[in-house]
């Protein structure tokens, strides 16, 4: 009987320690991308790409006004489509900004403004 009390006893502990405990607060704040993102893989068109681009910049401007690290590939997503869209000046720049906010990511994003300055004419 002694061994069940001190089960009991352990498990009350053990689950009030952890009920007690706060989250973290989350690192990055997506904003509306995961559902611009659907929309625009399940509707395709100029309008959900629109919506998604504009989700992409919102969530750059947020993480900005929050003092946030914009999450990671936000910046190289949105110089990809804007490279595909003809913005070529834009999405280099878009790329610089995801090399310096995650180095990491250098040697993929390098070979992204590769492709740009190999295709001066066509998106």
Known sequence: MKIKG??????LITLSGCASTP?????????????SYDKLVREPG????AEH???L?????????????VPPGVY???????????????ALHY??????TYPESRLFVEHLKAKVSANPDKP
Do not use: V
């Not at 919102?58 to 690290?69: L, P």
């Not at 790329?95 to 310096?100: F, V």
């Open 6 to 11: 001190y089960a009991l006893f352990l498990a």
């Open 23 to 35: 989250r973290p607060e989350p690192l990055f704040d997506w904003g509306a991308i995961p559902g």
């Open 46 to 49: 100029d309008a959900s790409l």
């Open 53 to 55: 681009i504009k989700a």
């Open 57 to 69: 910049q919102d969530t750059i401007n947020q993480s900005a006004q929050k003092g946030k690290r």
């Open 76 to 90: 190289c997503e949105l110089g990809y489509l804007l490279f595909k869209g003809g913005q070529k000046g834009d």
């Open 95 to 100: 790329y610089d900004l995801e090399i310096s």
